[in-house]
């Protein structure tokens, strides 16, 4: 009986995650990875000061 509630509980979750997460505000993959490529080079690039 626990093991029914877990699952019916964790379908609710998928449904309510697909919900907030609407798939009609996804990125197209190249323009994500584009942002990360950026992300990464200014999050490694050293700034020196004298």
Do not use: I, S
Request: proline residues 4%; hydrophobic residues 50%.
């Amino acid at each position: 009986m626990r093991n029914v509630l877990w699952m019916v509980g964790g379908f609710c979750a998928a449904a309510a995650g697909f919900l907030v997460w609407n798939p009609n505000r996804t990125q197209p993959v190249e323009l994500l990875a584009h942002r990360l490529e950026k992300a990464w080079a200014d999050h490694h690039t050293v700034v020196e000061t004298t």
